[in-house]
Nanobody, 117 residues
């Protein structure tokens, strides 16, 4: 059993910042990669950013230059620093854990991010 827990969601004003954290724990300690997805009401869940176990980040175009994904090498923890937030960033953000190059094997419960004035 692998537990994935996100934290750090909340309310921010447009142009503001939030930082998210995710910890994966359980019987599996070695992962191919971890990442962040988000889902707004009525929309499909979409990839935001991913980072491999070797520290290679991949960003979707709509967050490039604004969001930064990082990984803590001491444990299975990733972060998402979100700057220059826009109202369209409002969504539930989910942490993902993959044991292979493609596909998501484990999900967190999600954390709400709301960007509004």
């Amino acid at each position: 059993q692998v537990e994935v827990v996100e934290s750090g969601g909340g309310l921010a004003q447009p142009g503001g910042s939030l930082s998210l954290s995710c910890v994966a724990s359980g019987t599996t300690r070695s992962f191919y990669g971890m990442g962040w997805y988000r889902q707004a009401p009525g929309k499909q869940r979409e990839l935001v950013a991913e980072i491999t176990r070797t520290g290679i980040p991949v960003y979707e175009d709509f967050v490039k230059g604004r969001f930064t994904i990082s990984r803590n090498g001491a444990e299975n923890m990733i972060y998402l620093q979100m700057d220059s937030l826009k109202p369209e960033d409002t969504a539930v953000y989910y942490c993902s854990v993959s044991t292979r190059p493609y596909g998501v094997d484990y999900w967190g419960q999600g954390t709400q991010v709301t960007v509004s004035s």
